[in-house]
């Protein structure tokens, strides 16, 4: 079986320069023309079978025109959702200096999930969409930079806390593998088919 995990395109927390997390929103104009992009590529070169997405608006936003794209279904899932950060959701970035932050796995920060609940999460969920999907081919996971991060440690069977981590730009895609001799990576953090967007708005 082969594993897209791709993250949704610029939302409007970015332009706001806000921690995003679990603030719930939509794409910005430039997100909408990256996962067109996007979902362009996944049909011509490696189209799923099945798409799972995350239920926050930017997830589902790009999750349903990759649909539109491919022909997919989508199966919509709360356990894909990002790290749930608590009180930091929505707030600036000068604002969030002045919430204690954790210090520790196990600690989180008001009202959210610590490290170690989120790993914990990442493994549950991709344990039952790997469960789900054996008659798959290849599917896709729409989902955050966060989850994305987490899944791929889940994925090879790492420790929660390492030190380096898997960025994912806007569409990032990353392409996995399970087969007879184990688990593979083929590629990682692909942004290629945004190219021309990211001249267009240095």
């Not at 799923?48 to 919509?76: D, Q, V």
């Not at 490290?115 to 789900?132: G, K, Q, T």
């Amino acid at each position: 079986m082969e594993i897209l995990l791709i993250r949704h395109g610029q939302s409007e927390a970015d332009l706001l320069n806000v921690h995003e997390g679990r603030a719930d929103f939509s794409l910005t104009d430039l997100g909408i023309k990256q996962v067109q992009k996007m979902a362009e590529r996944v049909k011509n070169e490696f189209a799923p079978e099945l798409i799972w997405s995350s239920t926050l608006k930017r997830a589902i936003e790009t999750a349903t025109i990759l649909s539109e794209n491919t022909g997919c279904e989508i199966k919509f899932e709360d356990y894909l959702m990002e790290h749930n950060n608590g009180v930091l959701a929505g707030v600036s970035f000068e604002e969030a200096k002045k919430i204690p932050m954790p210090e520790h796995p196990h600690e989180r920060v008001e009202n959210g999930e610590s490290a170690i609940e989120f790993r914990m999460r990442m493994e549950m969920i991709f344990s039952r969409i790997l469960a789900s999907s054996t008659n798959f081919n290849r599917i896709a996971i729409v989902a955050h930079g966060g989850v994305i991060h987490n899944l791929i440690h889940s994925f090879l069977k790492m420790p929660i806390h390492t030190d380096f981590g898997f960025f994912t730009g806007d569409t990032g895609i990353h392409l996995l593998e399970i087969n007879e001799r184990g688990r593979l990576i083929r590629f990682l953090n692909d942004t290629n088919h945004i190219k021309d967007l990211v001249e267009v708005a240095k």
